[in-house]
Structures are given as structure tokens and as C-alpha cells.
């Protein structure tokens, strides 16, 4: 199975859209979204349609949970918690109750999805470090060969056996049966490692092979309907330009 795997798209149409040519120039046979399509962006109801459209899974995110009134984000920063607000209100029926309907995690075999830590699936714990990876190690028996996680915004790989944690440093990678994989795929509509192109990821199960993918998009258009709605915060704009 080769599988087009995306994250933290945000309301980010013009980024999820190059995603998704990009995706299917790479002859994917599931593309699987590992949650927060809503939060930040200007356009969520456009990016959930989207999503719904091509996705074989959706998992939820905490930004999802936030809009779907299934998690209390009342202490979110002012600008993202006004934000979540603004998309509860102007999500269409259908993606509302999408929201509502979309799992912690999905399996296929012996690939795992999740938002973000598998540890404990409904507190979206982060990892994106060798420490937060450590505390996958007592679930090792549980875990499958390859646990996909969004939420960080950042691209980072994973091998962790019964006794230890390796992060991975290369884009591309063979995927070893003698570890468990936990690969952060970054972020579709709000990058946050200093990149600001799209990142997706791409995993192909009968050859064993793993790669981070980025792709260009027009910032600038994405970023003037943020500026244009003075209900989101300007920031959510500007910090498309810098990835971060």
C-alpha cells in the first residue's frame, strides 16, 4: 500500500490544494489526514470538504475537538480560541457533524494513526523529541511498525526499540521490522520549523520506504484572506511567510 499521509492543514486551502496535486502525482492509493483541518486558517469549511472528499481515514485533532465541542479550550491563547470560535460558528452542518463522528486513531495492519501521542490519545500530547518519544517505549508490544502523529507542526522521525529511542535525521528512510516508528509528518497549512512550504509524507508498505515531502504554494494568497477577515488574528498570516 502506498499512502499520502497529511496534517494540521488549518483552514489553509491554497496549501492543502498543492498537497493534494502533489499527492496525486505520486500515485497514492489512500491518502489518510491526521487531523486539524479547522483552527487559524480562513477557510475550514472549504478544507473540510476537501478532506472528507479524498481522505481514506480522518483522525481527530485537538483543534477538530475544540470546534466539534467535544474538548473545553478555554485556555487556548485569546487569538486561537477566538479563532476556534469563529470557525464553531461558520462550519456548515455537515463538516460539524463530520467533526463530531472522527476517531483517536485508525489502524490499517500494522499502521497506526493518531493526532498526536499514542500514550494517551484524547490528552494530544506532543512529541517531537527524543524524551516525549521515550514514553512510547512501555506501549512497544502495542504499537504497530509505523505510528503516524500530526500536531507538532514539525517534521520528525522516530525508531524506538524495547530499550531505547533514535531519532531518525533523514528524510528518507527504510523502515526496519526490529524497531516501532513514530513519524511526526509535520503540517499542511501552518509549518513551524522554519519552512514554509506544505509538508506531507509519503509511505509506501510493500517496499518498506518512508519520505518527508514539501511543496511550494502561494503564500500570499492565503495569507491576505487571514488579513482580509478581521475576526482571525493577522498573526496567523504573517507567520505563514516564515514557517514558524
Known sequence: ??????????????????????????????????????????????????????????????????????MDYSYYYDAAREALDLHASILSPTNMEWLKSLQYTERDDDVHFCHGSPVDLEEFEYIFNVEQAQTCIPIWERLGLATFIGHSHLCKSFAISKERVYEVVTKDFEIHPEFRYIISVGSVGQPRDHDPRASYTILDTDRGTFSFKRVEYDIAAAAQKIFNDHRLSDSFGARLFAGV
Do not use: F, W
Open 1 to 70: 500500500m502506498r499512502y499520502g499521509i497529511i496534517s494540521d492543514t488549518h483552514g489553509n486551502e491554497e496549501a492543502l490544494e498543492a498537497v493534494l496535486r502533489s499527492i496525486d502525482r505520486e500515485k497514492v492509493e489512500a491518502v489518510v489526514c491526521l487531523g486539524d483541518t479547522v483552527g487559524y486558517g480562513a477557510q475550514p469549511n472549504e478544507c473540510c470538504d476537501r478532506v472528507r472528499s479524498v481522505a481514506r481515514h480522518t483522525i481527530l485533532g485537538n483543534h477538530d475537538a475544540a470546534v466539534a465541542g467535544r
